[in-house]
């Protein structure tokens, strides 16, 4: 028997939305993700899905007494916690996103790590319900 199911990761993130349904319509427009799996509970309630983005996934569900998560804003007004992704083309991607309403937290820029390292080019986002996103492409290395 498989230890990790198939189309799974060993680790895949969990995000918790108030508006799990808007926020997965989002994070497709936005972002560029795909659902392939939605469960639906009660009206508005996401019980559990599955969104990809190439290889990586994650799963989007509602908040709610049974399933108890923390917005963002509980920590402070920002998202203790950030998800990273790479896509082909970060400024082209940070455009889709300002264009479909996240807040861009840090304009794109490349970042050379030196040259035992490698060079990305990356910004970071804030997505409808405050959750932080770092975008990168890599660029050398």
């Known amino acids: 028997m498989k230890k990790v199911p198939e189309g799974c990761a060993r680790i895949t993130p969990g995000l918790f939305y108030v508006n799990a349904p808007a926020a997965i319509d989002w994070l497709e427009k936005a972002f560029g993700f ?3 799996l939605k469960v639906e509970g009660a009206p508005g309630m996401v019980v559990h ?5 190439g290889e990586g996934v994650i799963m989007v569900s509602s908040l709610s007494a049974k399933y108890p998560g923390r917005k ?5 007004g920002t998202s203790a916690a950030y998800l990273m992704l790479y896509v082909d083309d970060v ?3 940070c455009e889709r996103a300002r264009a479909a309403g996240a807040r861009i937290t840090r304009e794109p820029e490349t970042t050379n790590y ?3 390292y490698w060079t990305d080019r990356g910004y970071g986002a804030e997505d409808l319900e405050g959750h932080a996103w770092w975008f990168a492409q890599r ?3």
Do not use: F, I, N, W
Not at 72 to 76: E, H, I, V
């Open 72 to 76: 963002p804003d509980a920590a402070g």
């Open 34 to 36: 795909q659902t392939r």
């Open 91 to 93: 400024d082209a991607h």
């Open 114 to 116: 030196g040259d035992d």
């Open 139 to 141: 660029m050398k290395g």
């Open 49 to 53: 899905s599955e969104l990809v983005y």
